[in-house]
């Protein structure tokens, strides 16, 4: 079972920028997956955004298409979610997760896709 720890959470203004952090100890996701995934005060675990091992391919929720970018470190052990022009319905707590086996291109935007989570981190954004 892969450990992932995430890091970056906080409190901003709405339009500003935070990047979150999520790192794979003792394993990597060159032939997986990656996302992050969030959870608002009273709603359901959506998802945000993945990216693919063997070729960084992204994925987005339309919620965050053009605002957020999910990338990953050469060693494919950390990944990592930018989030400009933040607004105050991204408050959530923000969730990262890992994949050991591969996605289809335009696959694993489901909670079910993956296999290891991290404990959350909180992003506020005030209006």
């Known amino acids: 079972q892969v450990q992932l720890v995430e890091s970056g959470g906080g409190l901003v203004q709405a339009g500003g920028s935070l990047r979150l952090s999520c790192a794979a100890s003792?394993?990597?996701?060159?032939?997986?997956?990656m996302g992050w995934f969030r959870q608002a005060p009273g709603k359901e675990r959506e998802f945000v955004a993945r990216i693919r091992g063997i070729d960084d391919t992204t994925n987005y929720a339309d919620s965050v298409k053009g605002r957020f970018t999910i990338s990953a470190d050469n060693a494919k052990s950390t990944v990592f979610l930018q989030m400009n022009s933040l607004m105050p319905e991204d408050t959530a707590v923000y969730y990262c997760a890992y994949r050991r086996a591969s996605c289809s291109l335009y696959g694993c935007s489901a909670e079910s896709a993956f296999g290891s989570w991290g404990q959350g981190t909180q992003v506020t954004v005030s209006s």
């Open positions: 003792g394993r990597t996701f060159s032939t997986g997956a």
